[in-house]
Each structure stands twice: as C-alpha cells, then as structure tokens.
C-alpha cells in the first residue's frame, strides 16, 4: 500500500508518529503499507490514537517483549487499474523467538512462495506477520509453498536492496528519503504489536520470478519533502508482544 504500515494505537499508549508521519487515525483494514511504512499501498498507514475495542485486557504496551529484530523491505507491483500483481516482502533476520536468518515471501495471484533455508523461521515470518500486513488485506491468501534455498540479502539505507533465492530476485534503488517510525498499535490476527523502524521509500524497483519481469509497477506519491512508494526499506526492525 501506499500509505505506511501504521496500524491504530491501542489506546493506552498512544502511537508515536514521529516528523515523518501524519497522525491521521486509519482503521485497521485501512492500514496500508507502502512498504512498511508510508504510503498507498504498503507504507505504514498513520497511527492514530483511537483505541482498538477488542483489544485483550491488560495487553499493555510497556511490558512487550522483542519477538524479532531485523529488517524487513517490501515491494508491491500493481497494473494499469490499480490491482496488485504481485508482493514480495524480504526478511534479513538478525534474531527472533523462531531462529535467525534471510527469507522471501512472495504472493501472487496464483499463490505464496516462501524462500529460506529454515522453515520453521520462514513460514513463521509468512503467517505470523506477512499474511496479516495491510499490503495484503483483501486479497486472498494459499497455503505456503516452501521452497528450500539460500536467500542472500545485501541491504543499504543509502542505495538500497539487492535480494535474491529460491527464483525469487528483489532489486530496488533511488532512496527517496529516511525516517524513524514507531507504534505500540500494529496488529496482526488481531493482536496489536508494538513496532519500530527506520523507513526508506526508493524511486525504482524490480522483481524476476524463475527469471522473468513481474508485470506491474511500483506507486509513487506523498510529496517531495515526504515521498512514499510501494517499494521501500525498513531496517532497525524490532516487533514487539
């Protein structure tokens, strides 16, 4: 999505936008990645300070623990009336509560591909959060399909993204931008977690499955002084519950 991967503060602490976010309250569906960050469709969607009804008693923000730390860029691919032709969400995983390690997770219309060496680490990342990102709400989501392989990750906030494995190849460039984003209100299945991270949208971007261009193109918008794109950088990653 093209609005940032900001989910709607559960009410007791309320979300920290930061400089490089609008506080504008989004409901939950609403939340859009634009990458993870900011943006149409994929970045975090402003956080606001509504809180969530349901949210579980006692769920207090301040006694979270980290459940992973890492990086975490997307990509989302559209066509010409707006559908997402593809997503790919890229995990370089420093440390978690399942293991550490480089993933790929790529949907698609015909399905999802989850690319790593350790899958019990990669699957966990595909269901325990991408299945659950705003880029993602709508459409629909398969049962996994494991691919057993090496993924190699080379992430930089000031050129950008090189990762590949599995058939799966991630390339993006053009960092338009770097800023810090935080929340205690993104939920997954349901459950709000707390997130911070450094968000970089990027101009360009590219995606080859088993060797050929994905159709689509990544979006664009925000403004010059606050770009945001589908495809983006999200590093100094850490997910807490």
Request: glycine share 14%; net charge positive; proline share 8%.
């Amino acid at each position: 999505m093209n609005s940032d991967r900001t989910p709607v503060n559960s009410g007791r602490a309320p979300a920290r936008s930061g400089p490089d976010l609008p506080s504008a309250a989004i409901g939950r569906r609403g939340l859009v990645r634009v990458g993870a960050v900011l943006g149409v469709t994929g970045l975090l969607a402003a956080a606001g300070p509504a809180a969530a009804a349901g949210d579980a008693p006692g769920a207090d923000p301040a006694l979270r623990r980290p459940i992973l730390v890492g990086a975490n860029p997307g990509l989302q691919l559209f066509d010409g009336a707006g559908s997402c032709t593809a997503y790919v969400s890229t995990w370089q995983v420093e440390w978690s509560t399942h293991g550490a390690g480089n993933a790929l997770v790529l949907w698609r219309p015909d399905g999802v591909r989850v690319v790593g060496e350790d899958p019990r680490l990669a699957l966990w990342l595909a269901d325990h959060f991408v299945r659950h990102f705003p880029e993602l709400d709508g459409l629909p989501w398969s049962a996994p399909r494991f691919h057993r392989s090496a993924v190699q990750v080379r992430l930089d906030l000031a050129s950008g993204l090189r990762a590949r494995g599995g058939g799966v190849d991630v390339r993006m460039a053009e960092v338009l931008d770097r800023r810090a984003f935080a929340t205690d209100g993104f939920p997954l299945a349901g459950v709000d977690h707390s997130l911070s991270l450094v968000f970089g949208p990027c101009g360009r971007a590219g995606l080859r499955v088993d060797g050929r261009v994905q159709p689509g193109e990544i979006r664009r918008g925000g403004t010059p002084g606050r770009p945001s794109s589908s495809a983006f950088l999200a590093a100094a990653e850490v997910w807490r519950a």
